[in-house]
């Protein structure tokens, strides 16, 4: 978890869906696998030709479930989205919702929708005799967790400024880097 600057030791909590983190560890295992296989069937070489494609997918993975995150601060939320990030302090924040994904709406009318929170599960059908238990479950939680920290922050020091947008540059490092890697085995595997 991040440290925020500024908030005495206490690390900012980081909301993602469920089973991104899973889903990771389980394709970076099966890459694993297939580049183990790829060394003992071909050699290192060809297992080294093989890895970026391998990298590529471990990357959209990576880029569109583990990265995307919903971060309370004590100053605002950061919503992160793919690769692109969005800091709104709390003063700026006007409304708190959940449709499918929380929804952030911000004074200026714009909506910062959070891919990367937890969602909305389709309402379950229940056969005769069964009850609806937890209907929102996680989701609700975070909703109202979202609402208790922009009370908490009324008229805390840092809680108002500008909304700030920027990009995920580690992220965009790493895939330039898996790009020239499959750009360079392309370039070796047909030459």
């Known amino acids: 978890m991040a440290q925020h600057?500024?908030?005495?030791?206490?690390?900012?909590?980081?909301?993602?869906?469920r089973g991104a983190v899973a889903l990771f560890?389980?394709?970076?295992?099966?890459?694993?696998?297939?580049?183990?296989?790829?060394?003992?069937?071909?050699?290192?070489?060809?297992?080294?030709?093989?890895?970026?494609w391998l990298l590529l997918v471990?990357?959209?993975?990576?880029?569109?479930g583990v990265a995307s995150h919903i971060e309370v601060r004590p100053d605002g939320v950061l919503v992160q989205n793919a690769l692109r990030r969005t800091f709104?302090?709390?003063?700026?924040?006007?409304?708190?919702?959940?449709?499918?994904?929380?929804?952030?709406t911000l004074d200026d009318g714009t909506t910062v929708t959070c891919f990367g929170g937890?969602?909305?599960?389709?309402?379950?059908?229940?056969?005769?005799?069964?009850?609806?238990?937890?209907?929102?479950?996680?989701?609700?939680?975070?909703?109202?967790?979202?609402?208790?920290?922009?009370a908490d922050a009324a008229g805390a020091a840092g809680a108002d400024g500008p909304v700030r947008r920027g990009w995920d540059v580690p992220a965009l490092v790493a895939l330039l880097a898996v790009v020239v890697w499959t750009?360079?085995?392309?370039?070796?595997?047909?030459?």
């Open 118 to 150: 937890p969602a909305r599960m389709r309402p379950q059908r229940l056969g005769p005799g069964r009850t609806l238990e937890d209907a929102g479950g996680q989701a609700d939680d975070t909703v109202a967790a979202l609402r208790r920290a922009k």
């Open 5 to 17: 600057p500024g908030s005495s030791g206490h690390t900012a909590p980081r909301l993602r869906s």
């Open 25 to 52: 560890v389980l394709c970076a295992v099966l890459a694993i696998v297939l580049l183990g296989d790829a060394v003992i069937r071909a050699g290192l070489g060809q297992a080294l030709l093989l890895a970026p």
């Open 58 to 64: 471990l990357w959209a993975v990576y880029a569109i």
């Open 88 to 104: 709104a302090p709390w003063a700026r924040v006007e409304r708190i919702v959940m449709r499918w994904q929380v929804e952030i």
């Open 183 to 191: 750009v360079a085995a392309v370039m070796i595997a047909y030459a």
